[in-house]
């Protein structure tokens, strides 16, 4: 399902994303945090999103200031372990 938004700029939405990111970590929320990863890559393959919408509203919200080829090595290491992590888990409770 696309990403529709009525309300807010995707880059506005990134921001709300990575906010929601920081509480399941602050809480120490690991499936939180797991399932958030899980759809943000989705909705990243899918392109309703892009990276660069992704990563501006991380640098915000995070007070980083990554560049593409960070964001591309953040993505893979972070982003995407997670969401393999969630996916396992999701498979697991399919048997």
Same mark, same amino acid.
């Given at each position: %399902?696309?990403? +529709? ?8 939405? =990134?921001?709300?994303? #990575? ?9 120490? *929320? +690991? ?5 958030? %990863?899980? #759809? ?7 392109? *309703?999103?892009? *990276?660069?919408? $992704?990563? +501006?509203?991380?640098?915000? $919200?995070?007070?980083? =200031?990554?560049?593409?080829?960070? #964001?591309?090595? =953040?993505?893979? *290491?972070?982003? +995407?372990? =997670? ?5 396992? %888990? ?6």
């Amino acid at each position: %399902m696309a990403l +529709k938004l009525r309300h807010q700029t995707a880059g506005e939405f =990134a921001v709300r994303f #990575w906010n929601a990111v920081q509480r399941a970590q602050g809480d120490g *929320d +690991k499936i939180e945090f797991s399932r958030l %990863m899980y #759809w943000i890559e989705r909705k990243l393959v899918a392109g *309703d999103i892009t *990276d660069a919408e $992704v990563s +501006k509203g991380f640098n915000a $919200v995070f007070e980083r =200031a990554i560049n593409a080829t960070q #964001w591309t090595q =953040a993505r893979t *290491d972070r982003v +995407k372990e =997670a969401h393999g992590r969630y996916a396992a %888990m999701l498979a697991e409770v399919n048997l």
